[in-house]
């Protein structure tokens, strides 16, 4: 595809919001499977035995093409009910002007390990480069006999290092039995109550080296990180050192003077954590880089589906809006222009089903608030509420206000399409950022459609800002948003009049992009063309909101969220010509053609637990070609095709032609007038 148009569109975006003074920075999330997937790592869990392998080759094919130099460090990431121990993060820094905080004298792969016999001089040196003398203690490892750590109490005061002996008895100097690094299993419940707790931990193993950072701020850590670096360029008579494997927490001024890419273990895929985009070519770079990276370690942005398809990772591929700095935040003093893109985006279902996974509806990780809330009431009264408001800085009554209706249907104000819960929340850790969160959004196979998504929506806040293009009130879409809104004709059909709408405002973009992922969204399930070339029938895959049952109890005295996902949705699409001339009946009963969308609702399987258990599967389906005349005779024909689908995996598959015995049989109808969705699951002569 040719780009220069995407260049061109964003300049056009991009101009309109500077000229309002605007900087409005992007962020992202993208996840990744490997090509082969094994493991419970890459389908349900966290973490496994290759996940954090996986990331690491990853960071380091990151570093290879975009920050030469820069460190990892492995930190300590979210930890969740039901888990032992926190989840891991890496963390890829470097300098806000791209030079790396401390380069290590020789690449990755490259050096001498250090070994043990040496670290106690290594540490003097390290000392004498820090100006203190550094006093070690050693410990032992229970899990590893051959491990040596050394733990040196390190602390900066804002003038000096300083470094306190540990005096520990030779029992007590054992790390715990918990998994991970050295310095997070250190027997901290008898270090000395009177001196800081900051150490520096060097741990030495048959695999190499690591150093566990003690917890600074950020310029204290750099100075420690290239004092380490120094003394990397030589030891003793050999040469320089191989990178050891950094561990720590991340300073919590990072952000002030570096740029950090992280890497997460989230169920089921790698999360990447993107750095700060100051503009939408930035954000495309990055796309692009990490599409390149995840080729050359054997990973992918999508995963096979069902009938050897391509659906995306199921992690989700997460948008984020913020600014510069919360002094120069776009939306602190801007409540209308905020209201009038959420306004915006719930008259149009398309921004939140279009890009997003196969779960939708309010038990989904990303509902709509009209969703949630069950009703539009209070979400008006809080957008009318907010807009309203006067000039100056809101982000405190921005936050409050919309973080407890962008929620969903328990509360979680993270699990919404449009999240606040990083907002402006200063009861919650990393909560004061000023993030803009839009989830219902997943991962591409292609770097350029993601790409595409974020100029659409930066586009998007370019005409926004505009008052007379915001609609004045929230949309009621009552039974339309999970019966219309969810099939795939009428996604397409929404996303061209918003497609419209930026044409009409001077920031056109191309549907080419959209169009292509429309088609790798709703692949045909089958499709039938007639001797005359207006003469054509086929079926593709609709979106269903699954429900959401009750928490399941499970080992370790926990609950989980489950939702029924055996219910599935497909979209029969059938032309003018075709009606006049043919019919279609599913399982011996005429499907309702008109002009108007249809679609059918079935019992795929039967899941336990579920809703309606005693409901069975409607497995297999037949779909039969009938001429009209079918329906005036009322008398058996014989179909001029038939097709059939056993499973979902098989997909709809060619049979023999069997007799029509029931010609009078009822048509289907749908549950209520007006809607386009019949439901399998109703028994004839109850839809009314």
């Not at 270090?191 to 080296?209: M, R, S, V």
């Not at 054509?536 to 049952?549: Q, R, S, T």
């Not at 029969?572 to 279609?584: D, I, K, M, N, T």
């Not at 005429?590 to 069975?616: D, K, S, T």
């Amino acid at each position: 595809m040719d780009q220069d148009w995407m260049e061109a569109a964003a300049a056009r975006a991009e101009a309109r919001l500077s000229g309002a003074g605007i900087e409005l920075t992007l962020g992202g999330e993208p996840t990744y499977v490997p090509l082969e997937p094994e493991g419970a790592e890459w389908s349900v869990a966290a973490d496994g035995p290759t996940k954090l392998p996986m990331a690491r080759a990853m960071a380091r094919a990151i570093q290879r093409r975009t920050w030469p130099g820069s460190t990892l460090i492995y930190c300590s990431g979210k930890r969740y009910e039901g888990e032992v121990n926190p989840r891991w993060a890496l963390r890829l820094v470097t300098g806000l002007d791209g030079r790396p905080i401390a380069p290590w004298p020789v690449p990755d792969g490259e050096g001498d390990p250090l070994a043990a016999d040496a670290a106690k001089d290594w540490l003097k040196r390290l000392g004498q480069g820090l100006g203190v003398r550094l006093h070690s203690r050693k410990l032992r490892d229970p899990l590893d006999p051959q491990r040596r750590v050394w733990a040196v109490p390190l602390t900066w005061d804002g003038q000096a290092w300083s470094s306190s002996r540990w005096e520990l008895p030779r029992e007590r100097r054992l790390l715990t039995r918990a998994p991970g690094p050295a310095g997070l299993r250190l027997p901290l419940e008898h270090f000395p109550a009177t001196i800081p707790c900051q150490l520096l931990t060097l741990e030495i193993d048959a695999e190499g080296w690591s150093l566990f950072l003690p917890p600074l701020e950020r310029r204290p850590t750099e100075v420690l990180l290239r004092a380490i670096s120094d003394q990397a360029r030589g030891h003793g008579s050999g040469g320089p050192l191989a990178p050891p494997e950094f561990s720590g927490l991340l300073p919590v001024d990072a952000a002030e003077g570096w740029d950090v890419l992280g890497l997460a273990a989230d169920p089921g895929v790698l999360e990447i954590n993107l750095p700060v985009c100051a503009g939408w070519s930035a954000y495309r770079h990055w796309i692009r880089l990490l599409h390149e990276a995840a080729a050359e370690v054997g990973m992918r942005s999508w995963k096979a589906g069902a009938g050897g398809g391509q659906e995306g990772t199921g992690g989700g591929n997460h948008l984020l809006w913020g600014g510069p700095s919360l002094e120069r935040h776009p939306f602190f003093g801007r409540p209308a222009w905020l209201v009038g893109m959420l306004r915006y985006f719930q008259h149009h279902p398309s921004l939140g089903y279009l890009f997003s996974g196969s779960s939708v509806g309010p038990a989904s990780q990303a509902p709509r608030p009209d969703e949630a809330l069950g009703g539009l009431f209070d979400l008006e009264l809080a957008y009318r509420f907010l807009e309203g408001l006067g000039g100056g800085d809101q982000r405190q009554l921005i936050g409050e206000t919309l973080r407890h209706l962008h929620a969903d249907r328990s509360g979680n104000n993270h699990r919404s399409e449009i999240s606040l819960d990083k907002f402006w929340n200063p009861g919650t850790p990393a909560g004061c950022l000023g993030l803009i969160e839009f989830r219902a959004l997943e991962t591409l196979p292609e770097p350029d459609w993601t790409a595409a998504i974020a100029l659409l929506w930066s586009s998007l806040a370019a005409m926004l800002l505009s008052p007379e293009r915001r609609p004045a009130r929230l949309r009621d879409w009552g039974s339309a948003l999970h019966d219309r809104m969810l099939l795939p004709s009428a996604l397409w059909h929404d996303l061209e009049l918003v497609l419209a709408d930026l044409a009409e405002a001077g920031l056109p973009l191309a549907a080419e992009p959209f169009q292509a992922i429309w088609r790798w969204r709703f692949p045909p399930l089958l499709h039938w063309q007639g001797d005359d070339p207006g003469e054509h029938m086929g079926l593709l895959p609709a979106l269903e909101p699954w429900p959401l049952i009750c928490d399941v109890p499970r080992e370790g005295g926990f609950t989980s969220r489950f939702v029924d996902g055996s219910l599935q949705r497909f979209e029969v699409q059938s032309s003018a010509a075709f009606r006049r001339r043919f019919q279609l009946r599913l399982n011996g009963r005429p499907l309702p053609l008109g002009e108007a969308p249809l679609a059918v609702r079935y019992r795929q399987h039967r899941l336990y637990p579920c809703l309606h258990p005693g409901i069975a599967p409607h497995l297999p389906l037949v779909l039969q070609l009938m001429g009209a005349e079918v329906a005036e005779a009322g008398e058996p024909r014989q179909p001029l095709a038939q097709w059939a689908l056993e499973s979902a995996e098989g997909g709809w598959q060619p049979q023999a032609p069997s007799r029509v015995t029931a010609a009078t049989a009822a048509a289907w109808q749908a549950l209520e007038p007006g809607l386009c969705t019949v439901d399998l699951r109703l028994e004839p002569g109850t839809h009314r």
